[in-house]
C-alpha cells in the first residue's frame, strides 16, 4: 500500500520519493523502465519499427508496444532473444543501491579500442570521485574504469 506524505503545505514529493526508494517495488519498475528506454533506443538507432521488431520475435505488435512502456514482466530468456534479434547482447551489473555508473567506456571484441561512451565526475557511496582528466589518463593506459 502507498503512504501519501502530507505536510501543511501540501504533498511532500521529495519526502515521497525518498520513501518510495526504500521499497522493493520501485527497483522492480525502475529496472523495467530502464530495460524498456534501452531496447527503445537500439531500435531508434537502427531504424527497426515495432512491426520488424515483433515480426522478428514472432510475437504481436501489441506485445512489442507492452515491451516499450515497460508493463512486460521479463524472462532473461525473452531478454536474450530482444537483443540477438537487435543484434545486441547484454552486460550486467550488480552495485550497491546508493550507488550509480559514471563515465565506462566500450570495447569491442574484434577491435582492440576503447570507445568513451560517457565523461562525467562519479561518485559512490565511498566517496571516491574521478574527474574527466583522471577518467582520460586512465583511458589512455586502458586502466580499469573504477565503478
Known sequence: MTDIIIERDGYDFEAALK???TRLE???????????RRISNVMQ???????????????????ITKVLRGDENFSIQTLARIA????MKWECLLIDRDAFLGPYCLMN???????????????????????NEDYEVMK??????PA
Open 84 to 87: 540477438f534479434v537487435l543484434k
Open 19 to 21: 520513501q518510495a526508494k
Open 26 to 36: 520501485y527497483y522492480q519498475e525502475s529496472i523495467s523502465l530502464e530495460v524498456a
Open 109 to 131: 571484441e574484434t577491435k582492440p579500442k576503447m570507445t568513451a561512451i560517457e565523461t562525467t565526475t562519479i561518485e559512490t557511496s565511498s566517496s571516491i570521485s574521478l574527474n
Open 45 to 63: 538507432e537502427r531504424g527497426v519499427s515495432r512491426s520488424d521488431l515483433a515480426r522478428d520475435l514472432n510475437v504481436s505488435p501489441a506485445y
Open 140 to 145: 589512455e593506459n586502458h586502466d580499469p574504469i
